[in-house]
């Protein structure tokens, strides 16, 4: 008797009753599995309720609670698709749709954070609060704007501040090595007086003794009508309208021309008439007139009796033709101003 069979059984028995019992086994392992399995949907049957304590547990509840938040996640995020490019040059425009980003500065007083700012051209705006608030320069140079102080330096180191009065003009201050003294001839500063000549500068010369050059630039006047065409009869006489020299006028650079046309060209004879008031009007006696019988005539002030320095001035036309025979006077004026 082996110790492996103590009970001396044919080995056929042996085998056969081995057999039975893996059979069986088999059988319940069988019956174990399929109850576990739907076999109609090839689940994995799985008893959640029979668990105990709801710890871990991927219940319905959690679930739906998932799957709501995941959707609200995805529509939260839909505006962002896409949505984020790279700029390509130093100018992002809007229309681009790339990436754009602020940058802000802290206030320290407050800790408020505020968006740097830069105008349409791309430059920085820089405020200083030291200095007046950034507006635009105005003519008047009155509204508030940005204050830049101007200096300047003898040495290229040394900076100061350049000085004006009230109305803006700089205050100059001569050196202590350029100080005008009483002889005039030392060194000192120098400022050159310049002249408007139909918009353009011009020095103001002076003499060698330091007097000014000056010349008079006159312009020639006749505008002036004193007769319009004014009929004279025969052996009557007509007198013409004032004419005023006007106040300030030299005399010295001519005399005042008259340009008389006789119509007719009857004989006609003319005087000249002054006044010191404009009013009360006198002429020379018989010693001075001009006498013709030509169409158109030129005299000067002086040749009808009138001399240099008078401010008002008629003229009198006398019709001599002496056959009835009436004629029209018409008479400009000219002279320099």
């Not at 003519?139 to 940005?146: E, K, N, W, Y």
């Not at 006789?262 to 001009?290: C, M, P, W």
Request: charged share 20%.
């Amino acid at each position: 008797m082996s110790s492996s069979n103590p009970f001396n059984f044919p080995r056929a028995h042996i085998r056969a009753q081995s057999d039975k019992i893996i059979q069986a086994q088999t059988l319940h392992e069988s019956k174990t599995v399929a109850s576990c399995v739907d076999t109609t949907n090839k689940l994995m049957k799985v008893d959640v309720a029979s668990a105990s304590g709801s710890h871990g547990l991927a219940t319905e509840a959690k679930q739906d609670d998932m799957i709501t938040d995941l959707t609200t996640i995805a529509g939260d995020t839909t505006s962002i698709d896409g949505k984020i490019t790279k700029g390509s040059d130093d100018t992002i425009a809007a229309a681009t749709g790339a990436q754009q980003t602020v940058i802000y500065g802290r206030n320290d007083g407050t800790g408020d954070l505020f968006a740097i700012k830069c105008g349409n051209d791309g430059n920085l705006h820089v405020f200083d609060a030291d200095v007046a608030a950034l507006a635009p320069i105005t003519s008047d140079g009155t509204t508030s704007a940005q204050a830049v102080n101007i200096m300047g330096s003898e040495d290229g180191t040394n900076f100061r501040t350049i000085k004006t009065d009230g109305n803006g003009a700089i205050i100059c201050d001569p050196s202590e090595d350029s100080i005008i003294t009483a002889d005039g001839v030392t060194q000192e500063q120098r400022v050159m007086l310049n002249g408007n000549y139909n918009g353009n500068l011009r020095t103001v010369k002076v003499g060698d003794g330091g007097a000014v050059n000056t010349e008079v630039d006159h312009s020639w006047d006749n505008t002036n009508q004193i007769f319009n065409t004014e009929a004279c009869a025969d052996g009557d006489t007509i007198t013409s309208s004032t004419f005023d020299l006007g106040q300030g006028v030299s005399h010295e650079i001519g005399l005042v021309e008259f340009f008389l046309d006789n119509s007719a060209s009857v004989d006609i004879e003319v005087k000249g008439l002054t006044s010191y008031d404009g009013t009360n009007f006198y002429n020379s006696g018989n010693a001075y007139s001009v006498n013709s019988s030509d169409g158109s005539i030129y005299f000067s002030q002086e040749d009808v009796g009138i001399g240099g320095g008078h401010r008002y001035m008629r003229l009198s036309v006398t019709n001599n033709n002496g056959l009835g025979t009436s004629t029209n006077i018409s008479a400009q004026v000219g002279y320099y101003k």
